[in-house]
């Protein structure tokens, strides 16, 4: 089954980009069996879908936050990343990332999530 | 896109039920038999309960039942247990490929 697993840095200054990245095992980044999506959870907060991404179809962002976000692959790593531009107190978070099957609407697989926050 | 809305909390004692409302809208719940509803302890990622309205992944409890009318979806835990108290949120697909989460309801065991 998928293993996914967040890592970055856990403090970034305001106007910056936070960069994270998901490794993935259990399954092939590039296999088209597969959509993966990053997630996050303001504390005390509710979940926010950022974006999703399929490898054969392109990716796919939440409308508030795609002028500022960016989800790509590195297969040789088996890995996904996520780039938030220009981030605010607002984007402090715990960011996921997360697996599915292609065709099953709902996430089974999930990272531990990630910790991120904006202050200076 | 809003939120999908849901009760901020609601409880129950040990054995009762309880059901948890999601309303959205003709776009997102109301359009699509993609709704899904996550469990999360404190500190823990989410957990899938319920996808496609109703359906039960493996190893989930037939004590939680999810179905749909309209713009809105419920989410049902008959004979609630101690272990069900947490955060519960659901999600819609709200078409292009975009999702929409729910603000979540904290579920309190008595």
């Known amino acids: 089954q998928l293993q996914l697993q967040e890592s970055g840095p856990g403090l970034v200054k305001p106007s910056e980009t936070l960069s994270l990245t998901c490794t993935v095992s259990?399954?092939?980044?590039?296999?088209?069996?597969?959509?993966w999506d990053w997630i996050r959870q303001p504390p005390g907060k509710g979940l926010e879908w950022i974006g999703s991404?399929?490898?054969?179809?392109?990716?796919y962002y939440n409308p508030s936050l795609k002028s500022r976000v960016a989800i790509s692959v590195d297969t040789s790593k088996n890995q996904i990343s996520l780039k938030l531009r220009s981030v605010t107190a607002a984007d402090t978070a715990v960011y996921y990332c997360a697996g599915e099957f292609l065709g099953v609407y709902a996430t089974t697989y999930w990272g531990l999530g990630t910790l991120v926050t904006v202050s200076s | 896109q809003s939120a999908l809305t849901q009760p901020r909390s609601v409880s129950g004692s040990p054995g009762q039920s309880v059901t948890i409302s999601c309303t959205g809208t003709?776009?997102?719940?109301?359009?699509?038999?993609?709704v899904s509803w996550y469990q999360q302890h404190p500190g823990k990622a989410p957990k899938l309960m319920i996808y496609?309205?109703?359906k039960r992944p493996s190893g989930v409890p037939d004590r939680f039942s999810g179905s749909k009318s309209g713009n809105t979806a419920s989410l049902t835990i008959s004979g609630l247990q101690a272990e069900d108290e947490a955060d519960y949120y659901c999600?819609?697909?709200?078409?292009?490929?975009?999702?929409?989460f729910g603000g979540g309801t904290k579920v309190t065991v008595l």
């Open positions: 003709s776009s997102d719940v109301g359009a699509y038999n993609y």
């Open positions: 496609d309205v109703s």
């Open positions: 999600c819609s697909y709200a078409g292009s490929y975009t999702w929409l």
């Open positions: 259990g399954g092939s980044i590039s296999s088209t069996n597969y959509y």
């Open positions: 991404l399929y490898y054969s179809r392109g990716t």
